[in-house]
């Protein structure tokens, strides 16, 4: 079974300044994707960057860029020029990348709560 | 194109009781999976519907029951609520193409159980 280790509970961060997120994985899986979602206090979970495994380049979007080591087991978040809208819970969550009925669930890390100090 | 949107927002009920939750899928989308997600915890996976059919299961005892409509909306049915199912649910609804690669997962607001 697949397991997910978001080993900061929480972190807080300086507005405009950037912070990293870590989170580690365990799979025997080769083909996955992984995730970082958002969790504002509003509850709606949001989809922040995937990185598929097989691909070598770590994804970026906008402010937001994941340190993707494989063989390391290891996917941070950086989140650079960090805005106030930026707190919220991150969860770093894990999918398999076969596509076999059954195996398409999320397996999501317990969640690191950002602070932006204004 | 509308989103996931799930009903009630919240609700209270009593040990022993049952309660159904309803998810609306986004436009265009499929598949829909549910999850609990305990006060300070990350998401746990109940299952996922396809084809008005369960495929894939967590970890959850039968009493968690689900069904998924021809218009991709679902519910999701707890029978016999106990206090350790106050939690929030969430529905996420994404889009499955034969035996491709399957989609992201978008999330509704969720719906907060309480178990008293």
Not at chain 1, 70 to 76: L, R
Not at chain 2, 18 to 36: K, P
Request: charge should be neutral; glycine fraction near 6%; aromatic fraction near 12%.
């Amino acid at each position: 079974a697949q397991t997910v280790t978001q080993s900061q509970p929480e972190m807080s961060v300086q507005e405009a300044e950037t912070v990293t997120l870590s989170c580690t994985y365990d799979t025997s899986e080769s083909d996955y994707y992984l995730f970082w979602y958002k969790q504002p206090p509003s509850r709606q979970m949001i989809l922040v960057i995937r990185q598929e495994a097989y691909k070598q380049q770590n994804a970026t979007e906008n402010r937001f860029s994941v340190n993707f080591q494989k063989a390391a087991k290891s996917f941070s978040l950086k989140i650079s020029d960090s805005q106030l809208g930026d707190a919220a819970m991150y969860f770093c969550a894990y999918r398999s990348g076969v596509s076999n009925f059954g195996n398409e669930k999320l397996t999501f890390g317990t969640g690191t709560r950002l602070t932006i100090i204004p | 194109e509308t989103g996931v949107t799930q009903s009630p927002t919240h609700l209270i009920k009593t040990r022993g009781q049952q309660v159904t939750l309803r998810c609306s899928s986004q436009s265009g989308h499929n598949t829909v999976s549910w999850y609990q997600q305990a006060l300070g915890q990350g998401p746990q996976f109940i299952f996922q519907y396809y084809r008005e059919e369960e495929n894939g299961r967590g970890n959850f005892p039968p009493r968690f029951s689900g069904l998924q409509f021809p218009n991709y909306s679902s519910e999701l049915n707890v029978n016999a609520l106990e206090l350790d199912d106050s939690a929030l649910y969430l529905c996420a609804s994404s889009l499955r193409l034969g035996t491709s690669r399957p989609y992201e997962q978008y999330f509704g607001p969720g719906t907060r159980l309480t178990v008293t």
